[in-house]
């Protein structure tokens, strides 16, 4: 009961640290401010900030919401993406001991791995995300070498399964069928083309073909099916209640990123179910083949 305890409170405190990381970053990044030897500072006073000032969530609240040095205020941005990224890692943590359940110490510690492993997929997809509501576009910078740590992560499956097949594959990290889940992210971003091109451009963008890319890299065919799926559907809602506020549905643009995020978190947590739920009746049209199964 107390390793238990400890698995999920350590997971989640990373979780919290890993946020506030998404936020610094996020703000360095479209800035340009060099990350690796600029101390955290008041984006308004320029103020270098202390250790207490940086605790996620709770200097916020501790401090009003407001700067210590020049009492502006502070985005709520900054509780709201801690919590979120606290909360993916907790899901990740219920997602993998759910699936291990042990208190041997070996399993455990693999177990509090693929958690965090999980819960930093989850966090590229929350940063993609905002990112992409805040400056409508996805960073070159993240999604490229995204792409890359995919293909080696895929890779590195494929080396482990050939000199250890007796491997669980529980225990790996994303889908293990290596070839296929290359394929769906090459036909993931030939769709993505296609859309570009006949919609010119205004559809999506080179940032939206390179995240499916990665997609299917991490989710494999059958998930990346159900989070594009998703994605359509909660950015046709989501497109469609921003024209309603605005006023006017033609010549706007939603990020289409988000949704994208959404969708490759809910896939490749509920991937099962969701698909019985959307395409269980219509399965004749999937082959095994295609989809890797």
């Not at 805040?134 to 482990?160: E, M, Q, T």
Request: with cysteine; proline share 3%.
């Amino acid at each position: 009961m107390i390793i238990t305890l400890w698995y999920f409170a350590l997971t989640c405190l990373i979780g919290l640290a890993v946020g506030s990381f998404i936020n610094a970053f996020e703000y360095r990044l479209h800035e340009k401010i060099d990350f690796i030897s600029k101390r955290s500072m008041c984006t308004h006073c320029k103020h270098e900030l202390k250790a207490l000032d940086l605790i996620p969530l709770i200097s916020y609240f501790f401090l009003r919401g407001k700067c210590r040095y020049c009492e502006t205020k502070v985005s709520w941005q900054y509780p709201i993406v801690e919590f979120l990224s606290g909360c993916l890692f907790l899901i990740a943590a219920f997602y993998t001991f759910n699936q291990v359940n042990t208190y041997e110490l070996i399993p455990f510690l693999q177990m509090l791995m693929n958690a965090l492993f999980h819960g930093l997929l989850f966090s590229f997809f929350l940063f993609i995300a905002l990112y992409d509501v805040k400056h409508g576009i996805i960073p070159n910078k993240v999604i490229i070498p995204a792409f890359i740590l995919s293909l080696v992560i895929n890779l590195l499956i494929a080396a482990a399964m050939h000199f250890y097949p007796d491997i669980h594959r529980e225990s790996l990290i994303i889908s293990t069928n290596v070839a296929w889940n290359m394929l769906a992210g090459f036909m993931g971003a030939v769709f993505i083309a296609f859309i570009i091109i006949i919609t010119k451009g205004k559809g999506m963008g080179g940032g939206d073909l390179k995240l499916v890319a990665v997609m299917g890299l991490l989710l494999g065919m059958k998930n990346l099916i159900i989070a594009l799926y998703i994605a359509v559907i909660l950015g046709s809602i989501g497109g469609i209640l921003w024209g309603l506020h605005k006023g006017r549905i033609k010549g706007l643009t939603i990020p289409f990123g988000l949704f994208l995020s959404i969708g490759s978190i809910l896939s490749f947590l509920l991937g099962e179910v969701l698909w019985d739920y959307f395409f269980g009746g219509f399965e004749y049209l999937f082959p095994s083949l295609l989809l890797g199964w």
